[in-house]
């Protein structure tokens, strides 16, 4: 399970082989959630306001990042 990133108790999460579309995982020691790379909307699970804002706004501004980690880990060819 690579960790992209920790932010405090908050981690971003994108595993190999995972199953389309797109997306990375919120994880604390309480909550999880999937978030499509997209569109940034929880697809699976929950976690509070104030982690998804904080999880989303590092996404934001280092989508790059997740893209090219995801096709890496998620390369099907």
Not at 13 to 19: E, G, L, P, R
Not at 41 to 60: H, K, S
Not at 62 to 69: I, K, N, P, Y
């Amino acid at each position: 399970m690579p960790t992209v990133i920790r932010l405090g108790d908050i981690k971003i999460v994108i595993y190999a082989d995972d199953h389309n579309p797109p997306h990375f995982h919120i994880i604390t020691a309480v909550y999880k959630a999937s978030v499509e790379l997209e569109t940034l909307a929880i697809v699976a699970g929950f976690v509070p306001r104030q982690v998804y804002e904080v999880a989303t706004a590092w996404a934001l501004d280092h989508m790059s990042l997740l893209r090219d980690t995801w096709a890496k880990l998620n390369d099907r060819n």
